[in-house]
């Protein structure tokens, strides 16, 4: 069984109205199916307002599923009577790098996490060096978080999730609100965390470019996944993506508009080299 | 203006000051206030500014910056001087009107600037060479028994901790905020108070929804990281005394039995 | 009618430690009607540079001209000139605060002096331009998603009717659907109303396809200041920047390091397209199957 594992989830929000009672209800989430294996690199896309950011919660029992179950490390988020267990194991990340760092030190806010953990002083340090070691922020270690880039501080959030060793990380759009060269330096982040550590990685996003590397796409519409499949087999798919409010990248879109004008050149075409490749032969 | 506020900013240094306990360092704060209280006299003052000055060298911060700190007090600053000045009954040196000047009113607000300028001072030593962080630590050891009482002094002390994170954060999106506004035709500068107060609905507003916001989410990243209150938490940096805290409180003690020495000579 | 910026200096904490230039020695004249990019990393200069163009930042030496007047001369109307040279920052909610979206749109109106009326009445033409519906005009503008969050916040400055209208980073954050959604209308804009559009992003490829000019800012000098195909084929000094050429640039340097003949100034898909299909039907008409055409 995989490290992370829905079954027919479905997730309610519920609009109250003054008196406490439910006035409506709001479906984010949809039956939805996963299975996840440990060391994996999955991206999930979807358009604004799609349910992926409310399916990312659930996997880290931020959100408990109104229908279904969701497992964590084979741990039912639902019935866990130690929440904390399962938040170690499927450390998150969020958009904001602003409104998740908690320490006014770098290396302060790394520690946060096995502090509340209850790990002992000099581990904690251990832990702390070696998380700022894996995300390349040890030169920062001293620094105000508020002097860094977006990218370095997204990579200081990742270190602090890093220090609580979770065998799998859930990003929620961690490049949404940064720069290119911040969306690429997280984005190595992550990926080195993924092919050195082992570490699973469930990246949200909807920057088409950051999924080609992963091992299978997931693409949420209306709360439902609606498409899966590796990157090739996903983006192959330009005009169906487009209904769902994506694109591809522009490499991809171009092989997919010679292909349209007739020439012999495959689908789903994903880096410039494999283009060269199909037109120089 | 809105960048000059130093205090709950940390200066990074690497000085003595920086590097004591911040248990020390509140207790050093606290009898240093006193001291300034207890001091009354000219030679007194001297006393206090010369240990004042001993400690904004030892502590690596460069002066400008802990001047600055006192701009955001000066209105007040002002106020207390003025009210001391003419409210004070005694021996008459300028009179307009029904505004009277007195000489004990002039030492009076010479004596509340001083120490309200050396209050700010030394509070200000305290939060730029201690990061909030450890501040609260400190304050959490100190106030620990009052556990006993049922109050919640971790609690307490995580609150103060994000506020002093958030304080620059938010002044930053205050400054954008007023930019966006100005960009729109908005004034906040003009009119009569009524209408000042009224002008500032716009700024207020995105400030507050936007503070909402970052609470709400800072709330479930720290629920995220495992954040579940107090208890079997340990620290990264748990307090320890050192050889220099034994020291620095020994300095403490001998500045105060100086302070209460003269107060009692009468100095 | 034009912005023009002489010798414009701007420099941070000067006196002290922090002392950093923001913007060294900027030149630069803006016309009327033209489709302006501005490019460069974070902390480039090029956020100070916008807010020089309203007079929300005073230069700390150098000279602002707004057709022909110094902005910051001793009774220069500075409040009049930013309801001309109309500015949007990133963040909607940043200066979204009113109950209705109509209300909020309104707030720039009112403050140049429109009675209620005639400020709903531009506040409506505003919000059509930049495609909101009516029936979201009774509606708080926090409860919008940020697709409408931005185009009400683009409308709050549209409605004060400016002769320019700059905008930093108006797709930050959104899907693609929404990026592409905004980023036309705003085309619109500038055709239907004819204004001047700056436009401050992140997104070569977005810059390729719209902007005509494009001005690319790095540690504060503006470092080129031409159309976006001459920029682009300085590709490897914007990488030296930090920036990037758009993807399709790369590809075609590399499909012409391969042999294609083809136009390595081609900066949009569509570009592209058609003049890979150009160099295939000379060089090897074998790839294209029959049947296909070149439309």
Redesign the interface.
């Known amino acids: 069984m995989g490290i992370i594992k829905a079954f027919k989830l479905g997730f309610d929000y519920l609009k109250y109205d003054e008196d406490g009672n439910v006035e409506a209800t709001q479906r984010a989430v949809n039956d939805v199916n996963l299975d996840i294996e440990a060391g994996d690199f999955v991206a999930v896309l979807g358009h604004n307002g799609s349910g992926k950011s409310t399916l990312a919660k659930q996997m880290n029992a931020l959100l408990i599923p109104s229908e279904g179950t969701m497992w964590v490390d084979d741990m039912d988020t639902a019935k866990e009577p130690e929440l904390w267990k399962i938040r170690q194991r499927a450390g998150m990340v969020f958009q904001n790098p602003d409104n998740q760092i908690i320490g006014t030190v770098v290396e302060e806010d790394v520690g946060f996490g096995p502090e509340n953990m209850g790990v002992p002083t000099d581990e904690i340090w251990k832990r702390v060096d070696d998380s700022l070691k894996k995300t390349g922020m040890t030169a920062y270690r001293y620094q105000s978080p508020n002097k860094l880039s977006g990218g370095q501080k997204q990579r200081v959030a990742i270190a602090g999730v890093v220090a609580m060793r979770p065998s799998c990380i859930v990003l929620d759009e961690p490049t949404a609100m940064l720069d290119p060269n911040g969306r690429k330096e997280v984005l190595e982040a992550v990926s080195e965390l993924n092919k050195k550590e082992n570490v699973t990685v469930i990246l949200i996003t909807h920057y088409m470019e950051e999924v080609i590397h992963a091992n299978k796409v997931y693409v949420m519409d209306g709360g439902n996944v609606v498409m899966q499949g590796t990157p090739r087999e996903i983006f192959s798919q330009v005009e169906t993506l487009k209904k769902y409010r994506l694109d591809v990248p522009q490499v991809t879109l171009l092989a997919h508009e010679l292909h349209k004008a007739g020439v012999d050149i495959p689908e789903g075409i994903l880096t410039k080299e494999e283009l060269v490749g199909a037109l120089c032969r | 203006m809105i960048?000059d506020i130093t205090i709950g900013q940390?200066y990074?240094a690497d000085s003595l000051i920086h590097k004591l306990d911040p248990r020390t360092k509140l207790v050093g704060t606290i009898g240093f206030i006193v001291s300034v209280f207890l001091f009354h006299t000219f030679v007194g003052y001297a006393v206090a500014t010369i240990f004042l000055a001993g400690m904004i060298l030892l502590s690596k911060v460069?002066v400008?910056f802990i001047f600055k700190g006192l701009k955001t007090i000066f209105m007040l600053l002002l106020i207390t001087i003025f009210f001391n000045m003419i409210l004070t009954p005694g021996e008459v040196v300028w009179k307009l009107g029904f505004i009277k000047v007195t000489n004990e009113g002039l030492v009076l607000a010479g004596t509340m600037a001083i120490r309200l300028v050396y209050l700010v001072i030394g509070s200000s030593i305290m939060t730029l060479t201690t990061?909030?962080?450890q501040l609260t630590d400190g304050l959490e050891c100190l106030l620990r028994p009052l556990n006993k009482l049922h109050v919640p002094v971790h609690d307490i002390a995580m609150m103060m901790?994000?506020a002093?994170?958030f304080i620059?954060?938010l002044l930053e999106?205050t400054d954008?905020?007023m930019?966006?506004?100005?960009?729109?035709?908005?004034?906040f500068e003009n009119g009569n108070l009524i209408q000042k107060a009224k002008n500032m609905?716009?700024l207020l507003?995105?400030l507050f929804?936007?503070a909402f916001?970052?609470a709400n989410?800072?709330a479930?990243?720290?629920?995220?990281?495992?954040?579940?209150g107090g208890d079997?938490?340990?620290?990264?940096?748990?307090l320890t005394y050192k050889m220099r805290d034994h020291v620095a409180y020994v300095v403490m003690i001998a500045y105060l039995a100086v302070a209460i020495g003269f107060r009692a000579a009468g100095i | 009618m034009s912005i023009e910026l002489k010798n414009v200096t701007y420099t941070y904490s000067q006196g002290t430690a922090y002392e950093s230039h923001a913007l060294k020695d900027i030149n630069l004249v803006i016309p009327d009607g033209q489709f302006i990019g501005v490019i460069g990393h974070t902390g480039s200069g090029k956020s100070t540079l916008i807010q020089h163009f309203n007079a929300l930042i005073q230069p700390t030496s150098g000279q602002i001209f707004y057709n022909g007047e110094n902005v910051w001369a001793e009774n220069y109307n500075r409040r009049a000139l930013r309801s001309e040279v109309g500015l949007v920052f990133q963040y909607p909610e940043h200066q979204l605060f009113e109950n209705t979206v109509l209300a909020d749109v309104c707030f720039g109106p009112m403050n140049q002096g429109l009675s209620k009326e005639q400020a709903e009445k531009e506040a409506k033409k505003a919000l059509a331009h930049v495609g909101v519906k009516e029936e979201n005009f009774t509606k708080s503008p926090f409860e919008l998603s940020g697709g409408q969050k931005k185009r009400v916040a683009i409308a709050g400055v549209l409605a004060m009717n400016p002769k320019i209208l700059i905008l930093d980073e108006p797709t930050a954050g959104l899907d693609p659907q929404g990026r592409d959604d905004i980023l036309d209308q705003i085309a619109a804009l500038h055709k239907m109303r004819g204004i001047t559009i700056i436009l401050v992003s992140h997104s070569m490829e977005d810059i390729a396809k719209y902007v005509e000019r494009l001005i690319v800012m790095n540690h504060g000098e503006m470092v080129f200041d031409d159309t976006p195909k001459n920029v682009f084929s300085h590709y490897k000094e914007l990488e030296g920047m930090g920036l990037a050429a758009p993807q399709i640039t790369y590809i075609m340097h590399a499909l012409s390091e391969n042999g294609l003949n083809v136009d390595t100034t081609a900066t949009t898909v569509e570009e592209a397209r058609d003049t890979i299909l150009e160099a295939l039907k000379k060089q090897k008409p074998s790839l294209l199957k029959k049947g296909g055409n070149a439309e």
């Open positions: 960048r940390y990074p460069p400008k990061t909030p962080n901790s994000i002093l994170r620059p954060i999106e954008k905020i930019k966006a506004q100005i960009a729109r035709g908005a004034d609905v716009p507003v995105p929804i936007s916001r970052r989410d800072l479930m990243a720290m629920e995220a990281r495992c954040y579940h079997n938490r340990t620290q990264m940096k748990p």
